[in-house]
């Protein structure tokens, strides 16, 4: 089994910064696939951004290109969103997962192993 533990969500205003990290516990998450995904009230869980367990490749949601990076560190066994340019349609309650599938990275229902959640609120 995996757990996984999202932190560093909070208030931020229009145009400012946060890190998201995510840490896992109970196996090393080296040879999973990873992403985070996002739900804002009343709408659907989103695909955000995924990073291959290799590391070789990173994929992000058209509305987030440029603006946040994904990153992992294998040693420490957490995995990163850094979000800069925030906007308020960036509001949402930000999910990190973790697959042992390969492929598939933008579709929720093939990941494995969920977080609980951190919310990310930014005000105009």
């Known amino acids: 089994q995996v757990q996984l533990v999202e932190s560093g969500g909070g208030l931020v205003q229009a145009g400012g910064s946060l890190r998201l990290s995510c840490a896992a516990s109970?196996?090393?998450?080296?040879?999973?696939?990873m992403g985070w995904f996002r739900q804002a009230p009343g709408q659907d869980r989103e695909f955000v951004a995924a990073i291959s367990r290799s590391d070789v490749s990173t994929y992000y949601f058209d509305s987030v290109k440029g603006r946040f990076t994904i990153s992992r560190d294998h040693a420490q066994n957490t995995m990163y969103l850094q979000m800069n340019s925030l906007k308020p349609e960036d509001t949402a309650v930000y999910y990190c997962?973790?697959?042992?599938?390969?492929?598939?990275?933008?579709?929720?229902?093939?990941?494995?192993?969920w977080g609980q959640g951190t919310q990310v609120t930014v005000s105009s």
């Open positions: 109970g196996r090393t998450v080296s040879n999973y696939d």
């Open positions: 997962a973790a697959k042992g599938s390969i492929g598939s990275y933008r579709i929720s229902a093939r990941y494995d192993y």
